[in-house]
């Protein structure tokens, strides 16, 4: 006896546990990689190893859906993952507090965090990522269309990544989180017996039809390099964003958030109306892209972050609108997500794990555009008709330039003379793509040959270059080899004069005639005959070693041990060989380690901890700060470099000193040039904080009281209100 046809799964329901499941997991992805980053010292690389983890259970999740999908009854499948979801809540609701339990001695950066964010976040993200596939087939049970619970699926994922940075992260303390994600899963856990329940009752008791034939390996694989490249492009151009800006959640969202939409319209039928027009689109935005990180350096974030995230949005809505054309019958649909994960896992972990292992710069950026345009040249696409008309022709040429042409407008806008040439080459070059370009095939392969071009001839040359976890660190010979340089991902974190009479004179943002100098000759006048206790958050290329002198004793506390590398080779930088006080190196995050001195012993912490442009926000919180007067002795001074691209500091950093009593000086430096010439004295950024009473005997003339702030906190660190827009 079969029951009667109108027992179908309650359809509100399942959304709102697919809706639910879906904000949730990509808040939780937040949540876990804002509470793990200052464990592991800011590094941006920790975002993209949290992506890596977040995909990766999402893979799981879709295997775990599929073996049930195939293996067991709905009845019997909906039993299992009940006691799936009782497990995960007891884990949930037991789970560790303590952060120093993230930690593990010994082991490597990227395993560590892989390790933390297993504990913080593992069993209720496996619960989630299992959501829509297992729902979807258990919709699809009954004949119906599971396709559009895919489009439920992205767009609450799009809300919870929006609310997090937007809502949530501002207004909920990081330490309530927790709490509250807890009690959204339990409510989560609540839905899933209710669609257990409902599941239970609509199954029908007549056999299945017979499932259609097996999905050749061939399709599998086209739809696996299709979900590769998208997800792989959305790690490395995050990595980017979070070396030149700053690692946080707003920063986190924006790329992925553009990887969603892209999905959504993909799989729309909005997508489907725009593929054609699209498809053209896609191998100029794709070069434009390549553009966007070549040209890092000389145009502003504002300029770049929106051309990319644009750029980025046309290639992957051309590229995911090759996997929605060729979608299976839903009762292959857990077979799908699966392979659709596993792209992605693979993407991510190319780009977290083994691009840093295999590579010294980032050339997995351009290997991945180059992947989407060959994803655009070879998978099978939407039928396009040839223009059989000039005016016809006329529109594709438009459409196909107009990218071009816009960037180069825009390069005339912002840019100075001097690089103008630059924007010349890259238009020149898009024009002999758009002209070979004769069809979508064509002008993907004819882009990736450009990208190619541009890669080889743009790329710098250098003495050393070496990555790591925390970033690419590069020392270049310039004037002919009379100058060495360090270059931490787009800035300069020091130089020095390999021969001459400045060979050992602090130079850049160091220099004796900027800020720095007069703090350490208010120092030097305050103690007399006596010797300084000197602590640098920051090595560099160990430019600091120039302002000890004889008894003196100086500690550097770097995180990086390719940055130490570098500096105690003397093949590029001497400062530390030939400083008046022998140097301790402690390698280790500086917030830490720095904790682990003595009390009272420090007359002064400088720190000058930028990775790139990024900012180390859990460096600069109030809890930081308190750890710092930890160490000072009385009288002690805090020096912060500041000096930032993307950022105004100075007033968040200013207020975090005040609510601990404490009064702040800032002075920004413009070097003469003669100065510059000299020393190569760079613009610079500092800030002073000590007790009210140790200003007058500094004798910080000329310096100004900064303005007020947001005070940051462990809790609460949004620097994003400091954003500068021009």
Not at 40 to 62: E, R
Not at 376 to 395: K, N, V, Y
Request: glycine share 6%.
């Amino acid at each position: 006896m079969t029951e009667p046809a109108s027992r179908t799964p309650s359809q509100p329901l399942f959304v709102t546990t697919i809706g639910l499941s879906a904000f949730l997991l990509f808040t939780l992805e937040l949540f876990a990689g804002r509470l793990v980053l200052p464990v592991f010292g800011g590094a941006p690389s920790v975002w993209t190893t949290a992506l890596c983890f977040f995909t990766a259970t999402v893979f799981v999740g879709s295997l775990y859906a599929h073996a049930i999908d195939e293996r067991l009854s709905p009845r019997a499948g909906a039993l299992v993952h009940l006691g799936f979801t009782a497990v995960v809540v007891a884990a949930v609701l037991l789970g560790p507090r303590e952060l120093d339990a993230l930690r593990v001695p010994g082991l490597a950066p990227v395993l560590n965090v892989l390790w933390a964010l297993a504990l913080v976040a593992g069993p209720p993200a496996l619960l989630l990522s299992t959501t829509t596939p297992l729902l979807s087939s258990w919709f699809a049970e009954r004949g119906r269309d599971p396709w559009w619970l895919y489009a439920v699926s992205n767009a609450a994922s799009l809300a919870g990544l929006l609310a997090y940075p937007l809502l949530i992260a501002p207004l909920v303390p990081l330490s309530v989180q927790r709490d509250r994600l807890a009690f959204m899963i339990v409510v989560l856990a609540a839905l899933l017996v209710a669609v257990v329940a409902t599941t239970w009752r609509s199954t029908p008791t007549t056999p299945a039809a017979e499932k259609p034939a097996p999905l050749p390996v061939r399709r599998q694989l086209t739809w696996l390099f299709a979900a590769f490249v998208p997800a792989g492009l959305l790690s490395a151009i995050t990595t980017q964003l979070t070396v030149d800006a700053v690692s946080a959640p707003l920063i986190w969202v924006l790329p992925l958030a553009v990887y969603l939409v892209s999905l959504v319209v993909a799989f729309s039928r909005v997508g489907r109306r725009i593929l054609v027009p699209v498809e053209w689109l896609a191998p100029a935005a794709a070069t434009l892209l390549w553009l966007t990180y070549i040209a890092r350096v000389q145009w502003p974030l504002a300029v770049i972050l929106p051309m990319a995230l644009l750029a980025f949005l046309t290639v992957a809505v051309a590229v995911h609108g090759r996997i929605a054309l060729d979608r299976p019958d839903p009762a292959h649909l857990t077979r799908f997500y699966l392979v659709i994960s596993a792209g992605g896992v693979l993407a991510t972990a190319f780009v977290a794990l083994a691009a840093p292992l295999l590579f010294s710069d980032v050339y997995e950026f351009p290997l991945l555009v180059i992947g989407a345009l060959a994803a655009l040249a070879l998978l099978p696409g939407p039928p396009i008709s040839p223009a059989e008309t000039p005016a016809a022709a006329l529109a594709h040429a438009a459409i196909r330039v107009s990218p071009l042409l816009a960037v180069g407008l825009l390069g005339a806008a912002v840019l100075p003379p001097s690089q103008a040439l630059f924007v010349g080459v890259v238009l020149s070059v898009g024009a002999v793509v758009v002209f070979l370009g004769r069809t979508p095939r064509s002008l993907a392969l004819a882009s990736a040959a450009a990208i190619v071009a541009l890669a080889i001839v743009f790329t710098p040359q250098h003495l050393a270059r070496v990555r790591t976890f925390f970033g690419i660190t590069e020392v270049r010979a310039e004037d002919g080899g009379a100058v060495h340089t360090e270059i931490h991902g787009t800035t300069l974190h020091g130089l020095q004069f390999t021969s001459g009479p400045n060979r050992l004179e602090p130079t850049a943002y160091f220099a004796r005639s900027g800020p720095l100098g007069e703090v350490f000759d208010g120092l030097r006048s305050r103690a007399g005959s006596e010797p300084l206790s000197i602590g640098v958050v920051g090595l560099g290329v160990g430019t600091m070693a120039a302002y000890a002198q004889d008894g003196d004793e100086l500690a550097f506390f770097e995180i990086d041990p390719a940055v130490v590398a570098l500096a105690q080779d003397e093949r590029y930088f001497t400062y530390l060989r030939d400083a008046e006080a022998t140097p301790r190196v402690v390698l280790g995050d500086g917030r830490l380690t720095l904790a682990e001195e003595e009390p009272g012993t420090l007359d002064v912490v400088l720190l000058d901890a930028f990775s790139s442009d990024a900012v180390p926000t859990h460096l600069l919180t109030r809890e930081a700060m308190e750890g710092y007067r930890r160490v000072l002795a009385p009288g002690g001074v805090l020096v912060f470099q500041l000096t930032n691209r993307t950022f105004d500091l100075v007033p968040a950093v200013a207020a975090t000193a005040r609510s601990l009593g404490l009064e702040a000086r800032t002075a920004t430096f413009a070097p003469t040039p003669q100065v510059e010439t000299d020393v190569r004295a760079k613009p610079s950024t500092w800030l002073v904080v000590a007790a009210p009473e140790e200003f007058s005997a500094l004798g910080l003339e000329g310096w100004s009281v900064p303005p007020d702030g947001p005070v940051l906190t462990d809790d609460q660190s949004d620097v994003l209100r400091l954003l500068r827009l021009r």
